[in-house]
């Protein structure tokens, strides 16, 4: 019984991938990937929970920007931390993020690095939880996050197909960054083309 639970599992994680890589290609805005992908992925897997949350440069405090599920108010509500100095940075998200690897909790309520959502946890009926870093470019940018009612969701063929959810999640990210640059860069043609170097002011072009 608990080989056919896990099979059905991978069998849900599959189309789970299958509906984010759909999400990835419809999305026009880091927002809409967010979202759809959370949605995708909380559906697919039967999550509790699928939830994005970004680092902010100016704070210990993770941003939480998508979240989807049964529990996703949870998620949004969450304060996150990125420092193991707060009690709120040693769980899930903080520890994936420090050690630049998927962190895996199989029995979320008795592990005491999360025992600083134990509360929430039992309320939502959280029994296990992954968090996977987000890359761009080489740097860690943000983790995403799946919980899950039942114990040992995590194994490691599961973990497996979700790192690579995630892995193109980031690749996702890393093409909004490479049109970014692209703009600015064809902004900064045209502006060249129209204004004088040394005095910026419009030249003939900008006249004509």
Not at 34 to 57: D, H, R, W, Y
Not at 100 to 124: E, M, T, V, W
Not at 159 to 185: G, I, M
Request: charged share 25%; glycine share 6%.
């Amino acid at each position: 019984a608990r080989t056919e639970i896990q099979k059905e599992r991978l069998t849900r994680m599959l189309a789970a991938l299958s509906s984010t890589n759909e999400a990835i290609i419809r999305a026009s805005s880091r927002a809409e990937l967010f979202a759809l992908v959370c949605e995708a992925a909380a559906k697919g897997g039967k999550f509790t929970l699928t939830s994005i949350a970004m680092i902010n440069p100016d704070s210990d405090f993770l941003d939480v920007v998508a979240a989807d599920g049964p529990t996703a108010s949870s998620a949004r509500e969450a304060v996150i931390s990125t420092s193991e100095a707060h009690a709120e940075g040693r769980g899930l998200c903080g520890s994936a993020i420090r050690s630049q690897q998927a962190c895996i909790i199989n029995d979320y309520l008795s592990d005491p690095r999360a025992a600083a959502f134990h509360g929430k946890a039992r309320d939502d009926g959280t029994n296990s939880g992954a968090s996977f870093p987000l890359w761009v470019h080489g740097q860690i940018v943000g983790v995403m996050s799946f919980m899950s009612r039942e114990k040992d969701t995590f194994t490691s063929e599961f973990a497996e197909l979700l790192q690579r959810l995630v892995d193109n999640v980031s690749f996702a990210l890393e093409n909004f960054d490479r049109a970014d640059e692209k703009t600015k860069a064809d902004e900064r043609i045209e502006y060249l083309a129209s204004h004088d170097s040394l005095t910026h002011l419009p030249n003939r072009e900008m006249f004509n």
